[in-house]
Nanobody, 120 residues
């Protein structure tokens, strides 16, 4: 019904930068918000950043000032620009979309996850 396709991720050195992309496709009437979550080894999945259709953003305290989330509404795509990366940022990053399939039906969808490893 709805698919989230992620790109980016990989291995970077501390202090480096990386940009993640996630494109939503399928039965989409309207997207309320899109965001990024991450889950480190043996840890809970936590919010990294989120953005509404109107451009309002929300960030985890641990990434404020380093990460920037943006959205291209025409392409149903969300981006996460990650700068000044630290080893603590190492995790699987998941794209998330909160959307309406129609005027009546709401759904929450997840991408497959992409590994980000920060190591020297």
């Amino acid at each position: 019904q709805v698919q989230l396709v992620e790109s980016g991720g990989g291995l970077v050195q501390p202090g480096g930068s990386l940009r993640l992309s996630c494109a939503a496709s399928g039965n989409i009437f309207n997207i309320n918000a899109m965001g990024w979550y991450r889950q480190g080894p043996g840890k809970q999945r936590d919010l990294v950043a989120a953005i509404t259709s109107g451009g309002s953003t929300n960030y985890a305290d641990s990434v404020k000032g380093r990460f920037t989330i943006s959205r291209d509404n025409a392409k149903n795509t969300v981006y996460l620009q990650m700068n000044s990366l630290k080893p603590e940022d190492t995790a699987v990053y998941y794209c998330n979309a909160d959307l309406l399939n129609s005027a009546l039906w709401r759904g929450v969808y997840w991408g497959q996850g992409t590994q980000v490893t920060v190591s020297s």
